[in-house]
């Protein structure tokens, strides 16, 4: 799939749905508009999507969204494996990955690369710039430290005004982070995200979502278009 790579004046930003672990939860998601399904293949993650099921969601929706896949750390022949066997359209490494390790991923799998960053200060931000990635995501950093082993579904926000720093303008950006119904419009108008990313703010448990939280959260997704000043 292609498609242009910055937001157009007046649209609402796409929207990629993560922490799917089964084939309804995607198919809705598609159903409503996502541009991306994310699916985790991280140990520590309680939405964490076996191969199994996420070899029937990338059968039944390829060509149909883009299909990501979550991982942290992992090595790269686990990520060329997984991209050929389940024919992932883009890779979300959240981790501690380098920007040459970034580099040869796409290289090694052609899919392309979202680069996260958890983000709790200006620093942080910074840090996107060393990565000539097709994506940059920002995330939340977990504040309380038994849930600072996770990656990314912490259900925090973090400040937005942080991203000022940021300078990579012509690199797409994704916004994470606690977002939901509530806050996701605010969040669109302020940041102008190219898309916006939501897994806790959707769901009923972790790794299933709530149906009325999803269809919602598209609501505001598309109300925040109105807005944004042409």
Known sequence: MSEAHQRTVGSPPRVKICGITDLDDAELAVELGAWAIGMVFYGGSPRRCSTEQALRITTALRRRVELCGVFVDAPLDELARLTEELG???????????????????????????????????GDVRELERYHVDFHLADARASAPARQNLRGGTGETFDWSLLT????????????GGLHQGNVAQAAERVRPYAVDTASGTERAPGHKDEPKLRAFFAAVHASAAAVPA
């Open 88 to 122: 992932l359209t883009i890779l979300q490494l959240h981790g501690d990955e380098g920007p040459s390790f970034c580099a040869e991923a796409r290289r090694r799998t052609g899919a392309r690369v979202i680069k996260a960053i958890q983000v709790a200060g200006a």
């Open 165 to 176: 720093e940021r300078r990579s303008s012509a690199t797409p950006l994704i916004l994470s």
